[in-house]
């Protein structure tokens, strides 16, 4: 094999020792090769015997547990990307999670050549990251690592919840499927026993949490894409709808250069401003990021969107009038 094909080999390895299941898709989008080369390089792994297999179930490829590798040598590149996760960009992750990557960070510096962990901390020192706002885990932290286990382990746990919606505190027992840190703080995603339904969680509001002794048989067709669906941020409102916006030239370009929304689509008008199209579900979450462009933007469908942003437009001139 050339160089070039024993690299591209070594990093579909790499991506399959991972442990992850990746599709033909994922896998052609990292390596950045067509689907032919890929299947090409796939079948030289088995010829090398290296037990790859298709698990049907996660819809991708994976790779024996018990087959082991050495590690692999990471180039200047790598190193350095690994390092800025780490160091720069685990803001958010609960404080053990934080720990435990600074420590693999550690350990991962110090087997790098002394030329590239020169290069790697010479770099990072003029590269830093700002995040947006966000919850802190705080005093949820245990109870994020109490769900975490739960979910490995498939059982049932009892919470008291503060419930803003409900105007208290509520008690139910769920099913946890799915931790996720979405809208600046961390969630946990289950059936939740009074609701009879798949619910959200915010983890910090989760007052008490106790771990039954009773399994859960997991939902095969829960899917965390397909839980949030076409939701704005989080929330399905079960109403499918095409929002189509105007926003001045004040404006157009800062919101053209933001993926938004998967299903964005912009193009430029003769005078500078923008048309934005959406097709989201549910049209309250949509609404206060509407809000916030303020008389920057206006709403052109659907009319029922148009409506709610100005009254609420209205109720706001007169609170500050």
Request: with cysteine.
């Amino acid at each position: 094999m050339k160089t070039s094909r024993i690299s591209r080999i070594v990093q579909l390895l790499t991506l399959l020792q991972s442990g992850e299941s990746h599709s033909v898709e994922d896998l052609v989008g990292l390596l950045e090769v067509s689907r032919r080369t890929l299947f090409r390089d796939l079948n030289e792994l088995e010829s090398i015997g290296v037990p790859y297999y298709f698990d049907n179930q996660a819809g991708g490829y994976r790779l024996d547990p018990d087959f082991f590798l050495p590690s692999i040598n990471l180039n200047l590149q790598e190193a350095l990307s690994i390092l800025m996760l780490i160091r720069k960009g685990s803001t958010h992750l609960p404080k053990t999670f934080k720990k435990s990557a600074i420590m693999g960070g550690i350990k991962i510096e110090n087997n790098l050549p002394g030329e590239i962990r020169r290069y790697c901390n010479a770099t990072l020192e003029k590269i830093s990251i700002r995040h947006d706002r966000h919850t802190p885990v705080g005093s949820g932290e245990k109870t994020f690592w109490i769900l975490q286990r739960a979910i490995g382990r498939k059982f049932r746990v009892k919470i008291v919840y503060h419930s803003f919606y409900d105007g208290g505190d509520i008690e139910t027992v769920i099913d946890p499927y799915h931790i996720a840190f979405k809208s600046r703080g961390w969630y946990v995603i289950g059936k939740s026993s009074i609701h009879n339904e798949i619910r959200t969680f915010k983890i910090n509001r989760i007052r008490e949490i106790t771990v039954m002794d009773k399994c859960y048989i997991p939902s095969g067709d829960f899917d965390i894409d397909d839980h949030y669906g076409n939701a704005w941020s989080m929330i399905k409102q079960g109403d499918i709808c095409n929002v189509k916006l105007r926003f001045s030239r004040m404006v157009a370009k800062n919101v053209a250069e933001v993926l938004w929304h998967k299903t964005q689509k912009t193009h430029f008008n003769g005078d500078g401003s923008l048309t934005a199209e959406f097709r989201v579900d549910g049209i309250g979450e949509i609404s206060w990021w509407i809000l916030g462009y303020g008389d920057q933007v206006e709403v052109v469908a659907p009319r029922e969107l148009r409506k709610k942003i100005a009254s609420i437009a209205k109720k706001t001139a007169k609170i500050n009038s």
